[in-house]
């Protein structure tokens, strides 16, 4: 990544990329929300095996291909949208066709093809994502990349915070309503994200001398990051529905602590970008490697109710470090010639995390 201090921090783009990142976390909620339901309404849930595995296949492979696909054409043409904008077209037309087949009876010609949709969505869902977000280097200077940073983080972990109340109201517009609500935010976020982003000068320096390719460091910290997002959203629920029932009897389900973490994560972002910036990349996010460590040791290893909160809070503080910090220090490990490509790499192995993980409990 070429070090550009000059270069000022156009917040119109990474407001409009936070945007298009809110349209991307509403819709994995609600398709994670609605397949099980569309495979046993339609009787294909003896597909839903394949689909997990195409999914962490997908969720693998895709990010760096298109990547290599987009340094591609930045290379060749100056250009920087094709493959985001081919992304978001296909994964609108998919929401639309979706909707249009569960509607009414006079597409049930499109039921039968209702597992390839299904597959193609996770496609073209994941061929816009890295794109888009490597261009974030382009809206601020290697030292405020943090910063644009929090706004993202900030957007995003608010969002999957928000899941039961998103969930709730995905139930109340129903199936259809919900794939077209979908299809629009993609469609209506992608246009001004390509809108703001066409007012700035995109240049990447792909000539430049010196610059290296540490891909170990890129997966290390995707690792990290989607280890973290992982066991706070599928191993500690259960951890503290156990240990904090006590405490707090009317907190039914576990997933609401880890709304409550992911909250105050999202909301510790923007001010934590401040400090991470002031501290460095590199050293914060292995602060915040620490903390979370101690914190997810502080909750796995103890029962008295007092230390699991206030390990809770640090995890919270943690992450938000972790996640200002990674994607920045990602970046500064990729070349401007591979910086879409280091950018999949980066998102793949966040998936990688997740998906090992799952596998395991």
């Known amino acids: 990544m070429t070090n550009t201090a000059e270069r000022k921090i156009n917040w119109p783009q990474i407001w409009s990329l936070a945007a298009l ?138 969002i999957y915070s928000l899941e039961p109340m998103v969930v709730a109201l995905v139930d109340y517009l129903g199936s259809t309503l919900t794939f077209v609500t979908g299809g629009v935010l993609i469609v209506v976020s992608g246009y001004f994200f390509r809108k703001t982003s066409g007012k700035v000068e995109l240049k990447r320096d792909l000539e430049a001398k010196g610059q290296t390719n540490n891909y170990p460091k890129v997966i290390a910290v995707g690792l990290l990051s989607g280890l973290i997002f992982a066991l706070i959203n599928q191993v500690l629920p259960d951890i503290w529905q156990g240990k904090l029932s006590g405490m707090f009897p009317g907190v039914s389900e576990g997933g609401v602590y880890a709304s409550v973490v992911l909250a105050l994560a999202a909301l510790g972002a923007l001010p934590l970008s401040y400090r991470v910036r002031k501290g460095g990349v590199e050293s914060s996010l292995i602060v915040g490697a620490l903390i979370s460590a101690a914190a997810v040791a502080g909750i796995m290893l103890t029962g008295q109710p007092l230390i699991i909160v206030a390990s809770t809070v640090a995890l919270a503080l943690g992450f938000s470090i972790v996640a200002v910090s990674s994607f920045p220090y990602a970046l500064m490990n990729i070349s401007d010639r591979n910086a879409t490509f280091g950018a999949g790499v980066f998102f793949a192995f966040v998936e990688v995390a997740d998906n090992l993980l799952n596998a395991l409990v």
């Open 21 to 158: 990142n809110a349209a991307v976390a509403i819709s994995w909620i609600a398709y994670h929300e609605y397949q099980p339901r569309l495979l046993e309404k339609f009787d294909f849930t003896h597909y839903a095996g394949f689909l997990a595995i195409t999914q962490a296949i997908v969720m693998f492979l895709i990010p760096p291909v298109a990547g290599r696909i987009g340094d591609y054409f930045i290379k060749r043409d100056s250009n920087y949208f094709i493959v985001s904008t081919i992304g978001i077209s296909v994964t609108a037309m998919i929401f639309m066709a979706v909707a249009f087949s569960i509607s009414d009876v006079s597409f049930a010609f499109l039921h039968g093809v209702l597992p390839v949709m299904i597959v193609l969505w996770l496609i073209s869902m994941n061929v816009f994502h890295s794109p888009a977000n490597s261009m974030v280097e382009l809206f601020a200077s290697e030292r405020d990349l943090p910063l644009a940073m929090g706004i993202i983080v900030l957007i995003t972990d608010l």
